[in-house]
């Protein structure tokens, strides 16, 4: 779930960052890891990544880094943090002009020893003589959290700026328990099936063409068959809305032909180009969040007027091709706001149980949206999971003028370019982590609390790129992992 492409392929200005890798130690582990997702030192709390692609590290702009906030009691803070660049003790590679390493994140156990790992995506990394190829890496969960790393092969037959790995995604995709990796650019994907060992060799890596133009992936569980389904957003000429295929593990393929173990299954009436899945009406099968962020146009006659998202429900045989989606935007009654040119809703999306009350519930970051006269400000909006689905009842929109909001509404801010959902105080219920892209020219996350009634701005925390030792233009919280 990356920022439009038209933010990706922007760049900024940048000075210095230092390339150790600084890790301050959480809180000591217990004997034995947590297996939690995103928990990288084990001690039961998760934490979350969140990339500054175009940091500088050393006088190398857009070098990018990835800093990683510790969770822990209290949540977040700038003082528990690792900060990881390619100039890192261990990490392969080295920080050069315009690699954006953190363009691409996601977390899983590639190695199964309990800690979680991140997987980083450089789009921009050059392989040979071949620029802007693109590449992964793996950095390693321990008990002091992330350290070292290795390198994924790459797929034979990526092309010169394919941005290959700017959208990565995990889950065990055969359903053989053990942690797998796709990871995308242009029309090329590789899946790499796992485990892993400790030099980022996976048991194979299986190159799959796909149609259309393909910078997105988003996994997870839509069907119950406990094999997480991989979906990919792409684009045709024909279909400007966005194609939406996802891709299921079919145990009838051939065993000697690994490529054959899935099948593609497309909903021709879905639109959207990012999204997320998670269970919304607790029935037990991951639904399908869409974002079509788009305005209508001739070229794109359908979805609504500033945007908007769509919900695909799950089911034994994946979402029904046939099925009523429930349709939300800024016009629709209990959303707040109202749908306008360019807000942009459904440009971001995240999906957890912010109020703990089992159902999944949906963040839509909308970062063009205008607050005053402070354009393209932003704002992210709540919406909750029920046994009938997706409500609009009790739905609730944050900007940085909402009260208790850390900072300003100011233009070109950019709040929610990402959104992520993710309990980090173990509290049970998930708290809202949201991305400002252009906060202050280089970059903001803020981290607002979940509780039984629903998020809080009691004890909001910001945290900006200037904050944690970030140098440059950094674009801190442009993407987060999940």
């Not at 940048?14 to 928990?39: M, R």
């Not at 070229?299 to 045989?317: C, F, L, N, R, T």
């Not at 009790?394 to 940085?400: F, H, I």
């Not at 009634?453 to 009691?458: A, E, K, R």
Request: charged residues 20%; glycine residues 16%; aromatic residues 6%.
């Amino acid at each position: 779930m990356h920022k439009p492409l038209r933010l990706a392929l922007a760049s900024a200005t940048a000075a210095a960052l230092t390339g150790g890798l600084l890790t301050l130690t959480a809180a000591p582990a217990t004997a034995a890891p947590s297996g939690l997702a995103a928990d990288f030192n084990g001690d039961g709390y998760r934490d979350t990544a969140v990339a500054a692609p175009c940091a500088t590290v050393g006088t190398a702009s857009c070098a990018g880094a990835v800093v990683v906030l510790y969770g822990s009691s209290s949540g977040v803070s700038a003082t528990r943090k690792t900060v990881i660049t390619q100039n890192s003790t261990g990490v392969p590679g080295t920080a050069e002009e315009l690699d954006r390493f953190g363009d691409g994140l996601a977390t899983g156990d590639l190695d199964a020893d309990g800690y979680a790992d991140l997987i980083v995506g450089t789009p921009n990394e050059g392989i040979g003589d071949r620029a802007g190829v693109g590449s992964a890496t793996v950095i390693w969960g321990s008990r002091s959290g992330l350290s070292g790393g290795a390198s994924l092969p790459s797929p034979s037959g990526l092309s010169e700026w394919g941005g290959y790995a700017g959208s990565l995604a995990t889950g065990d995709f055969n359903g053989d328990g053990k942690t797998d990796v796709t990871a995308t650019g242009q029309s090329r994907t590789g899946l790499y099936r796992g485990p892993f060992t400790r030099t980022g060799k996976p048991l194979s890596l299986t190159p799959v063409e796909e149609v259309g133009t393909t910078y997105e992936v988003f996994a997870g569980d839509i069907d119950g068959d406990r094999a997480a389904e991989r979906v990919y957003p792409y684009l045709l000429e024909s279909d400007e809305a966005g194609v939406i295929e996802y891709v299921h593990h079919d145990p009838a393929g051939w065993d000697d032909h690994p490529e054959s173990d899935y099948a593609r299954t497309a909903l021709p009436a879905a639109d959207g180009h990012q999204g997320a899945i998670g269970d919304i009406n607790g029935d037990g099968y991951g639904d399908l969040v869409l974002g079509d962020h788009e305005d209508p146009r001739a070229a794109k006659p359908g979805g609504h007027k500033g945007g908007q998202i769509s919900v695909w429900y799950g089911g034994p045989d994946g979402p029904d091709p046939a099925q009523t989606p429930t349709v939300v935007h800024q016009d629709t009654n209990g959303v707040p706001g109202s749908g306008e040119t360019d807000d942009l809703f459904g440009s971001a999306l995240a999906v957890g149980d912010i109020n703990g009350d089992t159902y999944a519930d949906v963040a839509v970051g909308a970062y063009g949206e205008d607050n005053g006269t402070a354009r393209d400000s932003g704002s992210v909006t709540i919406l909750f999971g029920s046994a009938t689905g997706l409500k609009t009842s009790n739905a609730t929109s944050y900007t940085q003028n909402t009260t208790g909001v850390p900072g300003i509404s100011e233009t070109g801010d950019a709040f929610g370019m990402t959104v992520r959902l993710t309990d980090l105080d173990k509290n049970g219920k998930a708290d809202l982590v949201i991305g400002t892209g252009y906060e202050n020219g280089y970059g903001a996350v803020t981290v607002l609390k979940g509780t039984a009634s629903g998020l809080t701005t009691t004890g909001a925390k910001s945290l900006t790129a200037r904050d944690l030792s970030l140098k440059g233009g950094a674009d801190f919280g442009w993407e987060i992992a999940l």
